[in-house]
């Protein structure tokens, strides 16, 4: 056993990812064993080298060096290769939600300049995407990893043989500033942008988190990563940290699989969780604890750790739960709680050379707008405006468009996003702590809130709930028990089957607002005359 500890220097991170896995490689062995697939197929760094090089030899063809490629795949063996594979020959690998819908990948497409997409016959079989692929075959060429197996030409067979021996002969070597990956918003507010980071963005931030938690990883850590590569937070810190840090990643195909999940942990001996808050109560609640026994961290981030899913863990199994908190912008991770300076309530304290400034907000006290500035801040964004202009950042400044408040001892708090505040009476309300009262008084179930426009006072609350027989007398009679403003409160409850979530396990704020509109919308009065002409037209 190895304890993983690095003092971050920027200098380090000025390589490429391909070549922070060759570092790994090196530094942990190459007959190392680092990734163990949802088909249980398990790989060594070697494996891992050759099969990229082997693959992105093949790939290269009608595409060109700095191309962005589309990665359309799950979380897997297969993903990763194909990530490397394209990094490993100079193209930039597109990783696209397959939960988007066509709108919004065709959208993506027009922005990156996409115009190949790699994906699997299997994975687009077994989840049912051939509406989805028939509906982009005009836009782009879907090339297929099956099929590229079985025409692997000498030249590729080649590269995959040499390339892990001579690295430096097949491998390109772009600028450590050039765009390394590319992702997507998910286009909630509009249409989906482009995130280009470049490969010092993302291994920078793998360096500032092991920077971070100095001592707390092990060589022997086994990282279960069920979260999407097409989300920054499940490919830096689901996958990346555990390949350049030495640790095997377990791979699982999709979050949803609430039941599969916990088994799949507790056979596999994983010792450290990736999740959301959503995903991390839905595997506790369906398990028994035993099979998370063996975990030592569930490191959540994305979106806010509710109070009940700390109790419903600690009732249930020993593990500590550290939160944290980013944005795709910043490769992702921004902030995280520390063993031994965990600080529930917070997402702990900023990365190592990070630069933090906070903007005033009119109508919020001792807290502001945060704006970030560092080494893990991406080069800029992609718009369908202007398809593959990179859009740089004034300054080089990330504005998160959260409301973050620090404490004395660095501690950040998120009070919510700008456009989750409602105003009231001249006041700001922020409507995640409407959702916390709600989830306080009925915390086995979902609740969102929207404002809508209200001819009084401005804006309005409302909560959904999947709760069917919430009532507002209820959280009225908590919240003067325990202090809360009524300002806080809805001023009505809307039940639902459920609450809109995106791929990823966030909140899908752009649906809830919808849904919530859509509920508040009068209802038409339906007069005697317009009952009778209905009848009419019924008995016709």
Request: charged share 25%.
């Amino acid at each position: 056993m190895t304890t993983i500890t690095a003092d971050f220097d920027v200098r380090s991170a000025q390589q490429s990812v391909f070549a922070a896995l060759l570092e790994a490689r090196g530094k942990y062995g190459g007959k190392r064993e680092i990734i163990h697939d949802a088909d249980d197929r398990k790989l060594t760094y070697n494996d891992l080298v050759q099969a990229s090089f082997a693959l992105g030899s093949a790939l290269r063809k009608g595409t060109k060096s700095g191309e962005a490629v589309g990665v359309l795949l799950p979380t897997g063996a297969g993903a990763v290769i194909a990530f490397f594979a394209l990094n490993a020959f100079g193209r930039v690998p597109a990783m696209l939600n397959f939960t988007a819908g066509a709108r919004n990948l065709k959208a993506a497409f027009k922005a990156g300049q996409i115009k190949t997409v790699v994906t699997a016959h299997r994975f687009i079989d077994v989840g049912g995407l051939d509406d989805l692929v028939s509906q982009l075959e005009d836009e782009v060429d879907f090339v297929y990893l099956e099929d590229v197996r079985e025409n692997l030409g000498l030249r590729d067979k080649l590269a995959g043989g040499l390339g892990p021996l001579m690295p430096w002969v097949f491998r390109a070597k772009p600028s450590h500033n050039a765009a390394g990956v590319i992702l997507f918003t998910s286009g909630t507010e509009g249409d989906p942008k482009g995130v280009v980071l470049s490969h010092v963005n993302v291994v920078a931030n793998v360096k500032q988190i092991l920077a971070h938690v100095p001592d707390a990883l092990t060589t022997d850590d086994t990282v279960f990563n069920p979260l999407p590569t097409f989300h920054c937070f499940g490919l830096t810190a689901g996958a990346l940290l555990p390949l350049f840090g030495g640790m095997k990643a377990v791979f699982h195909p999709s979050p949803l699989h609430v039941k599969e999940i916990p088994k799949r942990i507790e056979d596999t001996k994983s010792t450290l969780l990736f999740a959301t808050d959503t995903f991390l109560s839905q595997y506790v609640r369906a398990s028994s604890g035993e099979e998370l026994s063996k975990l030592r961290f569930a490191i959540c981030g994305a979106e806010r750790v509710r109070d009940e899913t700390r109790q419903l863990v600690k009732r249930k199994c020993e593990l500590e739960i550290l939160e944290g908190y980013g944005a795709t912008e910043a490769s992702p991770v921004l902030a995280v709680n520390q063993p031994g300076a965990n600080r529930p309530g917070t997402v702990g304290r900023a990365l190592p050379g990070l630069e933090l400034f906070f903007e005033p907000v009119p109508g919020i006290n001792s807290a502001g707008r945060m704006k970030v500035r560092g080494p893990n801040v991406m080069s800029g964004y992609l718009q369908i405006d202007k398809p593959g202009v990179i859009q740089p950042l004034d300054g080089g400044w990330h504005d998160t468009g959260d409301v973050v408040s620090r404490d004395d001892e660095g501690y950040l708090t998120i009070r919510g996003r700008i456009k989750r505040f409602a105003k009231i009476g001249g006041e700001m309300v922020s409507l995640a702590v409407v959702e916390n009262c709600a989830s306080a008084v009925w915390p086995d179930h979902d609740h969102a809130a929207a404002s809508i426009p209200d001819p009084r006072k401005g804006e309005q609350i409302v909560l959904l709930s999947t709760n069917a027989e919430a009532d507002r007398s209820e959280l009225v009679a908590w919240a003067q028990t325990h202090g809360v403003s009524e300002l806080s409160l809805p001023r009505k409850i809307y039940h639902v089957d459920e609450v809109p979530v995106l791929g990823t396990g966030k909140m899908d704020l752009g649906g809830i607002q919808h849904l919530a509109a859509e509920l508040s919308a009068p209802k038409p009065e339906i007069t005697a005359e317009a009952s009778e002409d209905a009848q009419a037209t019924t008995d016709s």
